[in-house]
């Protein structure tokens, strides 16, 4: 009994833990999502939280840690980063009238 219960575990562990590539796929979508509801749909409250959840699945490495990432990996979630506050500010502030 308990080591069919181990094997559930570790197999529940196995398969909620994202891997990179599907984390890729995950972040590219959100960030079309939020792409097209911003462009399109001129929905920016919604592009900012679209965008702003693509951060949680880092397309990178994620077993490698912030200092020893290379600079343009620390950039490119920066400017991601500063392109969902811009995102949320300007929906908050343009709703704000």
Known sequence: MLDSLNRVYF?????TSMK???????Y???FILGAFQA??????????????????FDPFDQDQKW????TWQKAV???????AVALL??????NDK
């Open 11 to 15: 197999w529940l562990i196995k398969a």
């Open 20 to 26: 990179t590539p599907f984390n890729k796929y995950l």
């Open 28 to 30: 590219i979508g959100f």
């Open 39 to 56: 462009l399109f749909t001129k929905d920016y409250m919604q592009a900012g939280s679209s965008i702003g959840i693509a951060l949680a």
């Open 67 to 70: 200092n020893d990432r290379p």
């Open 77 to 83: 979630l920066f400017v991601h980063l500063g392109l």
């Open 89 to 94: 500010g300007y929906a908050i502030g343009w």
